[in-house]
């Protein structure tokens, strides 16, 4: 039986080590994923305010594209999660600049909100872009570096 449980574990490490992305693919990965990412903290955070019963549906949507993140890995350093942390911040300040202005989060929710009928007036949407904004570093940090018991205790927190 031992036999077999080292064939096994070898095997899965292996598997694990063909498994890196390269690094244009976790970009793209990373891109794929942030409007949903701030659709579901937008969500959350109104939900939160109005003690609505779906916050929990968001939540487990958000806990789980950053741990989708933070279970990817990057060529050719596998394991170096400061690559992870870089090419996160290349895609979310370097070329979509999420951390400039309100505006530039609230276009990527506002059709969502409509969706759900949720209405809001323009100093609500800014409140909401401004903690997105100000939550940007530690969300990035998050996905680069935490694991699902973190991620939890991350969304939980806002």
């Not at 096994?8 to 694990?16: A, C, F, G, V, Y």
């Not at 958000?62 to 989708?68: G, S």
């Amino acid at each position: 039986m031992d036999n077999i449980d080292k064939i096994i574990k070898e095997s899965i490490d292996n598997m694990l080590l063909e498994m890196a992305y390269p690094r244009s693919e976790f970009i793209s990965e990373t891109k794929n994923k942030t409007n949903e990412i701030i659709r579901n903290y937008a969500l959350i955070y109104y939900a939160n305010k109005h003690n609505l019963p779906t916050v929990n549906h968001w939540r487990d949507e958000l806990i789980t594209h950053i741990t989708d993140i933070q279970d990817m890995d990057t060529k050719p350093k596998r394991g170096n999660r400061k690559m992870v942390l870089k090419a996160i911040q290349e895609v979310w300040i370097t070329q979509m600049e999420l951390n400039t202005h309100p505006l530039t989060i609230i276009h990527k929710y506002i059709a969502k909100f409509k969706q759900e009928g949720i209405i809001l007036s323009d100093e609500e949407h800014m409140e909401i872009a401004q903690s997105f904004i100000n939550h940007l570093d530690a969300l990035a940090n998050e996905m680069a570096y935490g694991n699902y018991n973190s991620a939890l205790t991350f969304v939980n927190s806002f």
